[in-house]
C-alpha cells in the first residue's frame, strides 16, 4: 500500500460528467441524476483499502445524516480489479448491502472518471456546489488508522455547512491521505 496525498488542485473545477454502473441497483447513473440541489460530495472509495475500511462505519453515518435533497453524496471506485479483485463490482454490491449504503456505490472500469476528477487517493473527498463547480477536496477528518481519533467527518461536514449557509468554503484544505488509486497498465 503506497500512502498517497491528494491535492488541492481541482477547486473551481467543473465536476465532469458521468454515467457509470451501479452494481447493487444494476443500473447506468449519471452525475445529472445523483446531484443534490446545493451540494454534491464524490467520493472515491474502494473495498480493500484501509484507509476506506477504517472510516467506513462513520462515513455511512454521516451519509445518513447529512443527505437530503440539497446534499447528495455518490461514492465510485475506480480501481483495477484484475490486480485487486478485492475491488470488483461483485464485491462492491455485498459492501453496499451489507453496510447499507445511503449513497450509491458506482464503478469506474475504465478509469476515465477518476482521472478526469484528478482522483489520486481512496478515500478521496470532493465538494461541488450548486452550478457544480468543487469549493472543496480534501479529508473528511483527522481519522487514520492507527491514530485512535474517531472518525466525525468534521472536515467534510464543514464544507458542506459553509456551502449550504452560502458561505465561502475555506481555501485551507487538508488534503486526504489513503492508498493510491489502483490505476491500470497501459496497453
Known amino acids: 500500500m503506497a500512502l498517497t496525498h491528494s491535492g488541492t488542485q481541482s477547486l473551481g473545477m ?17 452525475l445529472d441524476q445523483l446531484r443534490g440541489e446545493k451540494a454534491t460530495v464524490i467520493m472515491f472509495i474502494c473495498n480493500h483499502c484501509p484507509y476506506v475500511k477504517h472510516i ?9 445524516n447529512v443527505q437530503n435533497d440539497q446534499v447528495k453524496l455518490v ?4 480501481n483495477d480489479v484484475s490486480q485487486y ?6 464485491k462492491m454490491r455485498r459492501i453496499a448491502q451489507a453496510q447499507h449504503f445511503p449513497f450509491p456505490y458506482l464503478y469506474d472500469e475504465t478509469q476515465a472518471v ?10 478521496d473527498f470532493y ?7 468543487c469549493v472543496y477536496r480534501g479529508q473528511m477528518d483527522d481519522a487514520r488508522p492507527g491514530n485512535d481519533l474517531p472518525v466525525t ?23 486526504s491521505i489513503g492508498c493510491g488509486i489502483k490505476w491500470k497498465s497501459p496497453s
Request: hydrophobic letters at 45%; glycine letters at 6%; a negative charge.
Open 114 to 123: 477518476a482521472r478526469a476528477y484528478g482522483a489520486q487517493c481512496t478515500p
Open 153 to 175: 467527518g468534521s472536515d467534510l461536514r464543514a464544507a458542506i455547512d459553509f456551502l449550504i449557509s452560502g458561505q465561502p468554503v475555506p481555501k485551507a484544505q487538508k488534503p
Open 75 to 78: 461514492a465510485i471506485n475506480a
Open 14 to 30: 467543473t465536476a465532469p460528467p458521468f454515467r457509470l454502473w451501479n452494481p447493487l441497483l444494476e443500473i447506468w447513473q449519471s
Open 56 to 64: 467506513l462505519p462513520g462515513l455511512v453515518a454521516f451519509a445518513r
Open 85 to 90: 479483485p478485492e475491488d470488483h463490482p461483485d
Open 127 to 133: 465538494v461541488f456546489d450548486q452550478q457544480l463547480m
